[in-house]
């Protein structure tokens, strides 16, 4: 039996006049001759009713149009959700988001359950730590609370333990991304956007490029250690990233026997493989002495093709059994190439990170260009390999200063 038609308007709530002809705005649901009215948190006169049903609607009128219509089109989906429709259900299904909504706290753990669903444990954890410290900050504030003030006293919070401007940036970036899918679900008020141009800006800190010049790359490859130390597996594993286009921790664990061939690796990175299933990126990598010396040294000894090639994780092991194990190889790693870097004398700390940005930064330097950068760094598109060199180090800037005069 086909079910009778369930209506869903926003409407003017004339029943409950306000102050200065003023009428709540509501979304009224009708089904079988029955009506109910759900507040949006808008009010408005007739002229601004008539202004917002128009295609004349500008400034906050127009943001009013566009929250109320985002809230009747969910209004509406959640309505033919429901077979048989019931208010109840309906109230049921429609608020859960707004409860989902009402504090900080709870909208941050909404999401970060979301991302641990779909497996995106990376981003969860990140999440779960500016969700930490907002919430120390200011315990159970409701979502709807965070404003510019709020962002500015918390910038200072945080500044005043001693962390830095960039970490600010770290914390809010997260936050920022909260709110906007809360707004986008008309549970959060366009007007009260705290964030842009005169509200408050996110820092992004100081872009300061970790590279490697040249010669500290040989210093690296010829700085003598014991065999088959933790000091020369972590060396092995930095010159292999360094080689392998910048190959980080969790895609050389990653690796499989089906990615090697006599001369080259192929693989596709763990962090884009979910959001880019449709059209996979194939990072290829060419194979030389250096490479095959490594694997050599520190492959199994017998790989199948779906077998890994490293002894870093274990086909058995969970994604979140999995993560750790290569956090803790990735934290030998920067622990013992550390040591090499400042016996080495070297400024900066020697993590893989230098090692992806070193191989990035020299290949453009030899006078690669852009389009193969980004092909090598698996990049989707030109733009984000640019916003990679978007700075550059005092002594490139040196030497292009000095350029200008080297007649």
Not at 134 to 159: N, R, T, Y
Not at 162 to 183: D, E, F, H, Q, W
Not at 257 to 286: C, H, N, Q, W, Y
Request: glycine letters at 4%; charged letters at 30%.
């Amino acid at each position: 039996m086909k079910q009778e038609r369930v209506n869903v308007r926003i409407v003017p709530d004339t029943r409950r006049k306000k102050y200065e002809d003023r009428f709540p705005i509501k979304l009224r649901i009708t089904f079988k001759g029955e009506r109910k009215y759900y507040g949006t948190g808008y009010d408005a006169n007739q002229e601004e009713w008539d202004k917002i049903n128009s295609a004349a609607a500008s400034g906050e009128l127009r943001k009013a149009k566009v929250e109320l219509g985002s809230i009747e089109k969910r209004a509406q989906k959640t309505v033919e959700s429901i077979s048989p429709f019931s208010f109840k259900q309906f109230e049921k299904e429609f608020f859960e988001q707004r409860i989902r909504y009402e504090s900080l706290k709870s909208a941050f753990d909404a999401y970060i359950d979301q991302l641990k669903t779909n497996e995106q444990w990376g981003t969860a954890t990140s999440y779960q730590t500016a969700c930490n410290a907002l919430h120390k900050f200011k315990p159970k504030i409701a979502l709807e609370d965070v404003d510019k003030e709020f962002l500015q006293k918390f910038e200072k919070w945080i500044l005043e333990q001693g962390k830095s401007i960039t970490t600010v940036g770290i914390y809010l970036r997260p936050l920022r991304a909260i709110i906007n899918i809360a707004k986008d679900n008309g549970v959060f008020r366009p007007e009260n956007y705290p964030f842009g141009k005169r509200k408050y800006v996110i820092p992004t800190g100081k872009n300061i490029k970790k590279a490697l010049a040249i010669d500290q790359i040989r210093q690296i490859f010829d700085y003598k250690t014991e065999s088959g130390s933790p000091m020369e597996m972590a060396k092995s594993f930095w010159i292999f990233t360094y080689l392998c286009n910048g190959i980080n921790m969790m895609d050389i664990a990653h690796l499989r026997g089906k990615d090697l061939d006599p001369r080259s690796i192929r693989f596709i990175r763990e962090k884009t493989k979910r959001t880019t299933k449709g059209d996979p990126i194939v990072i290829t990598a060419s194979r030389n002495d250096y490479i095959d010396k490594i694997l050599s040294k520190w492959a199994k000894r017998r790989i199948l093709p779906d077998d890994y090639v490293f002894d870093i994780i274990e086909l058995s092991d969970t994604v979140q059994v999995a993560r750790k194990k290569i956090q803790q190889f990735t934290k030998q790693v920067n622990k013992y190439m550390k040591r090499i870097g400042e016996d080495l004398g070297f400024e900066l700390s020697l993590t893989t990170y230098v090692a992806r940005h070193s191989f990035a930064t020299i290949l453009l330097r030899s006078g690669a260009p852009m389009t193969f950068a980004s092909q090598s760094l698996g990049h989707s598109n030109v733009i984000t390999t640019q916003k990679y060199f978007a700075g550059f180090d005092a002594e490139s800037q040196e030497t292009f200063v000095k350029a200008l005069t080297d007649f």
